[in-house]
């Protein structure tokens, strides 16, 4: 049985917020199979999006960067993916040290 993104998104955000880091939900995607994005906004000016893809070489989803740097242009190109996916979920997490916990198990 697949996870649905907003069960998965629940769960992730119950997951920061009982690690007391403050994250919440920019855009609402497909409640069933939309692709998700977490934006790691470090309140510096920089961030960082991730994406899940699919690691051919050992057949597991992986979080990777999709884009990094300063905050506007992570937001740009945030924009760009949503206008290219209108069931995407983006979720904005909010952590001076950096924390997002998707290399956590169970957030793969």
């Known amino acids: 049985m697949k996870l649905t993104a907003d069960i998965w998104v629940s ?16 855009q609402r995607g497909d409640s069933t199979a939309g692709a ?11 961030a960082c999006c991730f994406q899940r893809s699919f ?4 057949g597991e989803r992986k ?10 242009e992570v937001d740009a190109s945030i924009i760009r993916q949503r206008g290219f996916d209108p069931d995407l979920w983006v979720i904005e997490v ?13 957030l793969g």
Request: glycine residues 8%; hydrophobic residues 45%; charged residues 30%.
């Open 63 to 72: 979080w990777m960067v999709l884009v990094e740097g300063d905050e506007a």
């Open 94 to 106: 909010e952590d001076r040290q950096g924390r997002h916990l998707l290399d956590e198990p169970g």
């Open 11 to 26: 769960a992730y955000l119950t997951r920061l917020r009982l690690t007391e880091i403050p994250a919440f939900v920019v």
């Open 36 to 46: 998700v994005l977490v934006k790691l906004n470090t309140l510096d000016g920089k």
């Open 55 to 58: 690691d051919l070489m050992t």
